[in-house]
Protein backbone atom coordinates (compact mmCIF):
# COMPACT_ATOMS: atom_id res chain seq x y z
CA UNK A 1 0.00 0.00 0.00
CA UNK A 2 1.19 3.40 -0.80
CA UNK A 3 2.53 4.93 2.61
CA UNK A 4 0.98 8.00 1.67
CA UNK A 5 -2.26 7.00 1.42
CA UNK A 6 -2.25 4.69 4.34
CA UNK A 7 -1.20 7.33 6.35
CA UNK A 8 -3.66 9.79 5.00
CA UNK A 9 -6.32 6.95 5.63
CA UNK A 10 -5.46 5.78 9.15
CA UNK A 11 -5.49 9.75 10.29
CA UNK A 12 -9.12 10.14 8.77
CA UNK A 13 -10.12 7.15 10.57
CA UNK A 14 -8.74 7.51 14.03
CA UNK A 15 -9.70 11.66 13.69
CA UNK A 16 -13.40 10.24 12.63
CA UNK A 17 -13.85 7.70 15.38
CA UNK A 18 -12.51 9.94 18.14
CA UNK A 19 -14.19 13.22 17.86
CA UNK A 20 -15.89 13.50 21.18
CA UNK A 21 -18.89 12.77 21.98
CA UNK A 22 -19.78 16.68 22.80
CA UNK A 23 -19.85 17.60 19.07
CA UNK A 24 -23.31 16.77 18.45
CA UNK A 25 -24.19 19.76 16.46
CA UNK A 26 -25.13 19.45 12.70
CA UNK A 27 -22.30 21.01 11.68
CA UNK A 28 -20.11 19.05 13.85
CA UNK A 29 -22.06 16.01 12.82
CA UNK A 30 -21.67 17.00 9.14
CA UNK A 31 -17.37 17.34 9.74
CA UNK A 32 -17.43 13.46 10.89
CA UNK A 33 -19.47 12.52 8.32
CA UNK A 34 -17.01 14.62 5.63
CA UNK A 35 -13.69 12.73 7.35
CA UNK A 36 -15.46 9.91 7.27
CA UNK A 37 -16.23 9.88 3.85
CA UNK A 38 -12.98 10.54 3.05
CA UNK A 39 -11.51 7.77 5.02
CA UNK A 40 -13.60 5.81 3.07
CA UNK A 41 -12.65 7.03 -0.23
CA UNK A 42 -8.84 6.86 0.59
CA UNK A 43 -9.48 3.10 2.22
CA UNK A 44 -11.49 1.83 -1.03
CA UNK A 45 -9.03 3.72 -3.26
CA UNK A 46 -5.98 1.48 -2.35
CA UNK A 47 -7.36 -1.65 -1.56
CA UNK A 48 -9.08 -1.61 -5.27
CA UNK A 49 -5.72 -0.30 -6.25
CA UNK A 50 -7.39 2.59 -8.54
CA UNK A 51 -5.44 4.31 -11.04
CA UNK A 52 -6.03 7.93 -11.54
CA UNK A 53 -7.67 7.64 -14.30
CA UNK A 54 -10.13 4.98 -12.65
CA UNK A 55 -10.58 6.87 -10.01
CA UNK A 56 -11.50 9.68 -12.10
CA UNK A 57 -14.34 7.65 -13.43
CA UNK A 58 -14.91 5.16 -10.43
CA UNK A 59 -15.76 7.64 -7.58
CA UNK A 60 -19.00 9.40 -9.69
CA UNK A 61 -20.61 6.15 -10.56
CA UNK A 62 -20.05 4.85 -6.81
CA UNK A 63 -21.25 8.24 -5.36
CA UNK A 64 -24.52 7.29 -7.54
CA UNK A 65 -25.03 3.90 -6.59
CA UNK A 66 -24.08 4.45 -2.22
CA UNK A 67 -26.91 7.62 -2.62
CA UNK A 68 -29.14 5.00 -4.48
CA UNK A 69 -28.64 2.12 -1.71
CA UNK A 70 -28.52 4.41 1.19
CA UNK A 71 -32.31 5.52 0.30
CA UNK A 72 -33.50 2.30 -0.31
CA UNK A 73 -32.03 1.37 3.28
CA UNK A 74 -33.98 4.60 5.01
CA UNK A 75 -37.31 3.39 2.94
CA UNK A 76 -36.73 -0.57 4.68
CA UNK A 77 -35.80 1.35 7.63
CA UNK A 78 -39.42 3.26 7.79
CA UNK A 79 -41.20 0.30 6.86
CA UNK A 80 -39.81 -1.52 9.65
CA UNK A 81 -40.34 1.63 12.15
CA UNK A 82 -44.27 0.28 12.12
CA UNK A 83 -45.44 -1.99 14.98
CA UNK A 84 -47.25 -4.68 13.52
CA UNK A 85 -49.42 -4.31 16.59
CA UNK A 86 -50.74 -0.92 15.62
CA UNK A 87 -51.58 -1.86 12.30
CA UNK A 88 -54.42 -3.82 10.60
CA UNK A 89 -53.75 -6.84 8.32
CA UNK A 90 -54.47 -4.86 4.94
CA UNK A 91 -51.53 -2.70 6.25
CA UNK A 92 -49.11 -5.20 7.72
CA UNK A 93 -49.49 -7.03 4.21
CA UNK A 94 -48.61 -3.81 2.44
CA UNK A 95 -45.54 -3.38 4.37
CA UNK A 96 -44.36 -6.59 3.79
CA UNK A 97 -45.00 -6.07 -0.01
CA UNK A 98 -43.71 -2.98 0.07
CA UNK A 99 -40.42 -4.67 2.15
CA UNK A 100 -39.90 -7.16 -0.75
CA UNK A 101 -40.31 -4.95 -3.40
CA UNK A 102 -37.38 -2.86 -1.81
CA UNK A 103 -35.36 -5.91 -1.32
CA UNK A 104 -36.16 -6.58 -5.05
CA UNK A 105 -35.12 -3.17 -5.94
CA UNK A 106 -31.54 -3.21 -3.98
CA UNK A 107 -30.92 -6.67 -5.88
CA UNK A 108 -31.74 -4.75 -9.09
CA UNK A 109 -29.65 -1.68 -8.18
CA UNK A 110 -26.51 -4.20 -7.02
CA UNK A 111 -26.79 -5.86 -10.59
CA UNK A 112 -27.23 -2.44 -12.64
CA UNK A 113 -24.28 -1.38 -10.34
CA UNK A 114 -22.32 -4.76 -10.92
CA UNK A 115 -22.12 -4.26 -14.25
CA UNK A 116 -21.36 -0.41 -14.33
CA UNK A 117 -18.47 -1.27 -12.02
CA UNK A 118 -16.97 -3.90 -14.80
CA UNK A 119 -17.25 -0.85 -18.06
CA UNK A 120 -14.24 1.19 -15.17
CA UNK A 121 -12.74 -1.47 -13.00
CA UNK A 122 -11.80 -5.31 -14.16
CA UNK A 123 -13.26 -8.02 -12.18
CA UNK A 124 -10.61 -8.41 -9.28
CA UNK A 125 -10.81 -5.01 -8.45
CA UNK A 126 -14.73 -5.18 -8.57
CA UNK A 127 -14.34 -8.42 -6.36
CA UNK A 128 -12.06 -6.24 -3.79
CA UNK A 129 -14.38 -3.66 -3.75
CA UNK A 130 -17.52 -5.37 -2.38
CA UNK A 131 -14.71 -7.09 0.18
CA UNK A 132 -13.56 -3.33 1.18
CA UNK A 133 -16.53 -1.99 1.92
CA UNK A 134 -17.55 -4.89 4.44
CA UNK A 135 -13.98 -4.14 6.06
CA UNK A 136 -14.28 -1.11 6.13
CA UNK A 137 -17.37 -0.70 7.52
CA UNK A 138 -16.44 -3.49 9.98
CA UNK A 139 -13.52 -1.55 11.05
CA UNK A 140 -15.42 1.75 11.70
CA UNK A 141 -17.74 0.03 14.14
CA UNK A 142 -15.13 -2.03 15.80
CA UNK A 143 -13.48 1.44 16.70
CA UNK A 144 -16.65 3.27 17.67
CA UNK A 145 -17.22 0.21 20.01
CA UNK A 146 -13.85 0.32 21.34
CA UNK A 147 -14.22 4.01 21.61
CA UNK A 148 -17.93 3.65 23.73
CA UNK A 149 -15.84 0.91 26.12
CA UNK A 150 -16.77 -1.76 24.13
CA UNK A 151 -20.57 -1.33 23.91
CA UNK A 152 -20.33 -2.86 20.20
CA UNK A 153 -21.68 -6.40 19.04
CA UNK A 154 -19.88 -9.07 20.07
CA UNK A 155 -17.55 -10.42 17.75
CA UNK A 156 -18.78 -14.03 17.40
CA UNK A 157 -22.13 -12.11 15.98
CA UNK A 158 -20.40 -9.93 13.48
CA UNK A 159 -21.03 -10.51 9.78
CA UNK A 160 -18.59 -12.17 7.36
Same mark, same amino acid.
Given at each position: ?N?????V?V?????T???S???Q?P???? =?R????? /???I %?Y?????? @??? +??A?K???V????T???????????????A?PD???D =??????? /??A? %???E??VK @??? +???????????I?Q??K?YSA??????????R??DR????????S?S??
Amino acid at each position: MNYFLRSVWVFLLLATVSLSARAQAPAGQQ =DRLNQLE /NAKI %AYLTDKIS @LTQ +DQAQKFWPVYNDFTTKRRDLNRQMRQLRMASPDGLSD =DQIKTNL /NQAI %ALREQEVK @LER +DYFNKFQKILNIRQVGKLYSAERDFTREVIKRVADRRGGRGRPESQSDN
